[in-house]
T-cell receptor, first 119, second 114 residues
C-alpha cells in the first residue's frame, strides 16, 4: 500500500489566489513527521513546512500552511496568494518513528503534484 | 540551514563508465544521505553515508553499484558504477542538521546515460 498518496498529478491556479495540494498518508507508527518540499524545474528540493504527529496546531510558514487532519490521515498544503514563482513540483513526504538512527533520514515521498500558476 | 554543494550539477555519460558525485556541506553534520529521482518519479533513498564506516544501503541498492565514501563530517561522494541508461536520474545529497530538523538537499546532479 502507498504510504504517501498525492492524488492530484497537476493543479492550476490563478496568480494571487490560494491553492490546496492534497496529501494523505498511511502509518501505524504513533510518532511521525510530515514534510512538504518544492522542486522547481532546476531539480533542487526546497523544504517548505513540517508537521509533527503530536503537534496540536497546524504548521504555518509565511504563505504556506499545513491543514493537518490526523483522524483522516491527511496533511494538505495550502499556498495563499500564489505567485508565478510557485510554479513547481510539490512533494509530500513522511518520516516514521522517533528514534534517531540511520533510518531517520529515510523519507517516504509521494508522487508529487505539478502546480502551474497562471498570470 | 546549511549550504550543500553538489558537483557536477549535470553530466552526460556513456554506458559502462562510472561517475563520482561530490557533496560538500559548509558545516559538520552527522548524517548524510543519498537519494535518487528517476525521470518523472518520486525520490528514493539509496543509502546513508556514515562517517568512518561503510554506508548503509536500502533494499534494492548495493555497494558494488553505488559505492559511497564519507571521509569526514562535511563531505561525501556517491559513485554510479558501470552505468546503463536506466541509471539516468537526478541524484541528490541530503543532510540532517538535528534530531527534529527536516532533510536539507543539495541542488542535485542530473545524470543522463547514453
Amino acid at each position: 500500500a502507498q504510504k504517501i498518496t498525492q492524488t492530484q498529478p497537476g493543479m492550476f491556479v490563478q496568480e494571487k489566489e490560494a491553492v490546496t495540494l492534497d496529501c494523505t498518508y498511511d502509518t501505524s507508527d504513533p510518532s511521525y513527521g510530515l514534510f512538504w518540499y518544492k522542486q522547481p524545474s532546476s531539480g533542487e528540493m526546497i523544504f517548505l513546512i513540517y508537521q509533527g504527529s503530536y503537534d496540536q496546531q497546524n504548521a504555518t510558514e509565511g504563505r504556506y500552511s499545513l491543514n493537518f487532519q490526523k483522524a483522516r490521515k491527511s496533511a494538505n498544503l495550502v499556498i495563499s496568494a500564489s505567485q508565478l514563482g510557485d510554479s513547481a513540483m510539490y512533494f509530500c513526504a513522511m518520516r516514521e518513528g522517533k528514534r534517531l538512527g540511520t533510518s531517520y533520514g529515510k523519507l517516504t515521498f509521494g508522487q508529487g503534484t505539478i502546480l502551474t500558476v497562471h498570470p | 540551514s546549511a549550504v550543500i554543494s553538489q558537483k557536477p550539477s549535470r553530466d552526460i555519460c556513456q554506458r559502462g563508465t562510472s561517475l563520482t558525485i561530490q557533496c560538500q556541506v559548509d558545516s559538520q553534520v552527522t548524517m548524510m544521505f543519498w537519494y535518487r529521482q528517476q525521470p518523472g518519479q518520486s525520490l528514493t533513498l539509496i543509502a546513508t553515508a556514515n562517517q568512518g564506516s561503510e554506508a548503509t544501503y536500502e533494499s534494492g541498492f548495493v555497494i558494488d553499484k553505488f559505492p559511497i565514501s564519507r571521509p569526514n563530517l562535511t563531505f561525501s561522494t556517491l559513485t554510479v558504477s558501470n552505468m546503463s541508461p536506466e541509471d539516468s536520474s537526478i541524484y541528490l545529497c541530503s543532510v540532517l542538521l538535528g534530531p527534529n530538523s527536516p532533510l536539507h538537499f543539495g541542488n542535485g546532479t542530473r545524470l543522463t546515460v547514453t
